[in-house]
């Protein structure tokens, strides 16, 4: 079965590191893979996908599939870079009409 | 701006009562998603539907059903409230048109609480 694993429940960093946010799938196929985030009191929200290969508010995501790997990274962390970070997956077909299976979550805490 | 209206921001029931959860949006959307949220365990899918009266299961389909009678209201219906079905329900809208299927567009969330 297709699955998303993120395997960090809590990522504490200071203002200023590097952060990284893992996520690991299986599929066999070709992914499609994203990463929503939900900052305090706000709706879940698209932060990045991979085939748009941009970076949104200094995080990228490379899709490593030899590793099944798509890790979020940003090189110096803000605070209010703090929320809760959710990697997600579909199948790559062309109008399957976007079904996205969610890894558990990574709470990210970015301290002063 | 896409807007994912959830109708009832938090709600408290007692075990058995029927429960409905309703779910509006306004862009048109093919897609649309419900899905419940608990610490720990990310967001799993309860059901989805990609048309008009069109449902499936989604992974955690048990004690729930849904209804689509119009393209933009997605309802999502607890037949008999438990205590384990205490939780965040998000539902979500997307459009069909991009490959692999398109952006979702999150409501606010409905906390229900079951007593």
């Known amino acids: 079965a297709q699955r998303v694993t993120q395997p960090e429940k809590l990522l504490s960093v200071f203002k200023g590191a590097p952060v990284e946010l893992k996520c690991n799938y299986s599929?066999?196929?070709?992914?499609?893979l994203f990463w929503y985030v939900q900052y305090s009191r706000q709706r879940l929200q698209l932060l990045l996908r991979?085939?748009s290969r941009e970076s949104i508010k200094g995080f990228t995501a490379d899709l490593n599939k030899g590793e099944t790997s798509f890790h979020l990274k940003k090189p110096f962390a803000q605070e209010e870079d703090s929320a809760m970070y959710y990697c997600?997956?579909?199948?790559?077909?062309?109008?399957?009409?976007?079904?996205?299976?969610f890894g558990q979550g990574t709470e990210l805490s970015v301290k002063p | 701006d896409v807007k994912v209206t959830q109708s009832s921001r938090y709600l408290v029931k007692r075990t058995g009562e029927k429960v409905f959860l309703e779910c509006v949006q306004d862009?048109?959307?093919?897609?649309m998603f419900w899905y419940r949220q608990d610490p720990g365990l990310g967001l799993r899918l309860i059901y989805f539907?990609?048309?008009?009266?069109?449902?499936e299961k989604g992974d955690i389909p048990e004690g729930y059903s849904v209804s689509r009678e119009k393209k933009e209201r997605f309802s999502l219906i607890l037949e008999s409230a438990s205590t384990n079905q205490t939780s965040m329900y998000l539902c979500?809208?997307?459009?069909?048109?991009?490959?692999?299927?398109?952006?979702?567009?999150f409501g606010e969330g409905s906390r229900l609480t079951v007593l």
């Open positions: 599929y066999s196929g070709s992914p499609e």
């Open positions: 539907s990609y048309d008009v009266k069109m449902k």
């Open positions: 997600a997956f579909t199948k790559r077909i062309y109008n399957q009409g976007g079904k996205l299976i």
């Open positions: 979500a809208s997307s459009s069909s048109g991009s490959p692999g299927g398109g952006e979702l567009f």
């Open positions: 991979h085939i």
């Open positions: 862009m048109d959307h093919e897609n």
